[in-house]
């Protein structure tokens, strides 16, 4: 694992000492095979040991993709596009709640759920395929019933995340597919970000990027949204025609509450970022698991991306505090989980198991 950002050319910054000895990680996985079984539930880091061990184990339907943590220590877990499941386990790995969405329409899920701000409801992403629009599911949190739905005045809605009012920020992909999720007529990509009043579903806001090829897929915050100066990151995805044109693609596009720029056209070489969490105060770290690189972004220095890892296949993100002044970011590579902060020691722990990590998971606590 490379730090291949020096020093110089970072904005300044705190060196305190790690202190975190512990951290307990949500996570999805199969076995090394492709065709092996998928599995959700978490992983214990322990920092001093060098160790990562199993908490629970959760066998899964099919392939997973995100996951939503809950107070009790367990997890929401939505299946990947186009889903069809969506289940609860406990913090002992006992699953709950169950559903299959098949009984509810036309609709299918798009991999990413949240719950409201006053945590009383979930929301979906999904696609009608009866006529293929984007739709956002509100569902009870308990029961995972669907009780309404709003448009999402796009194709192919994948992430959400919520603002400082509660209201939703989407983002659509853009890309029209099939229920079996294969890419037809690229030509009509309609990639946006849109904004959601969750009172009544109601459209606030929409922007694009000049670039009809690019699809917006993963979103985070720089900071807590309340925070006047939070930043939107958001991964993008390169579908041009060409090759040449795919990998010359930014992957990065930045919303700053009022417009929606690319900041930088350094990129990973391959035009598809996987993942994004925040990093470094006010920056976004991006995962090229095609490229075998994690990029860091800062706007102190906008025009500008580094590589802060590079190991084979980083894919999921997760920021992680690490030491006092915050800022890291801990990765799922093909060898183990792998830890980054600017101001500690690279870190990786070997995976319990021959396994391979999913596309997203998420620290639950730190210890």
């Not at 599995?39 to 040991?49: E, N, P, S």
């Not at 939107?232 to 009022?258: C, K, S, T």
Request: with cysteine; charged share 20%.
């Amino acid at each position: 694992m490379a730090a291949a950002l020096a020093a110089t050319t970072l904005p300044t910054q705190a060196r305190a000492a790690a202190n975190a000895t512990r951290a307990v990680i949500g996570a999805a996985w199969r076995g090394p095979r492709a065709s092996d079984p998928n599995f959700a539930g978490t992983l214990v880091a322990d920092w001093a040991a060098r160790t990562l061990s199993f908490g629970y184990t959760v066998p899964l339907p099919s392939r997973p993709h995100g996951l939503m943590a809950e107070a009790d220590g367990g997890l929401l877990v939505c299946s990947a596009r186009p889903g069809t499941w969506m289940l609860r386990c406990d913090g002992q790995g006992k699953v709950v709640t169950r559903i299959d969405v098949q009984g509810e329409g036309e609709c299918r899920l798009g991999g990413h759920i949240i719950a409201s701000a006053d945590g009383e409801q979930l929301y979906t992403t999904e696609t009608d395929f009866s006529t293929g629009k984007g739709k956002i599911g509100v569902r009870e949190r308990r029961s995972l019933r669907k009780i309404a739905e709003w448009d999402t005045h796009g194709l192919d809605p994948h992430q959400l995340l919520l603002d400082a009012h509660g209201h939703l920020f989407v983002a659509n992909g853009g890309i029209p597919r099939t229920p079996s999720d294969r890419k037809f007529d690229i030509h009509r990509m309609d990639a946006s970000l849109v904004h959601i009043d969750t009172s009544n579903g109601s459209l606030l806001g929409k922007w694009k990027v000049d670039d009809a090829r690019l699809s917006l897929r993963h979103m985070a915050w720089s900071r807590a949204p309340q925070d006047p100066d939070a930043l939107l990151g958001i991964a993008m995805q390169a579908e041009h025609d060409l090759e040449a044109e795919r990998r010359r693609a930014p992957i990065l596009a930045v919303f700053d509450g009022n417009s929606l720029s690319i900041p930088t056209q350094e990129n990973d070489g391959i035009g598809y970022a996987g993942d994004i969490a925040p990093a470094l105060h006010d920056g976004f770290a991006l995962s090229s698991h095609q490229a075998d690189v994690a990029n860091l972004w800062h706007p102190g220095l906008p025009e500008r991306m580094r590589p802060i890892i590079e190991l084979k296949a980083p894919y999921a993100l997760s920021g992680w505090h690490g030491a006092q002044d915050g800022g890291g970011i801990v990765v799922a590579t093909a060898y183990g989980l792998g830890s980054w902060h600017p101001s500690t020691p690279p870190n990786i722990l070997p995976w319990p198991e021959a396994m391979a990590l999913d596309n997203h998971w998420i620290v639950i606590s730190e210890a």
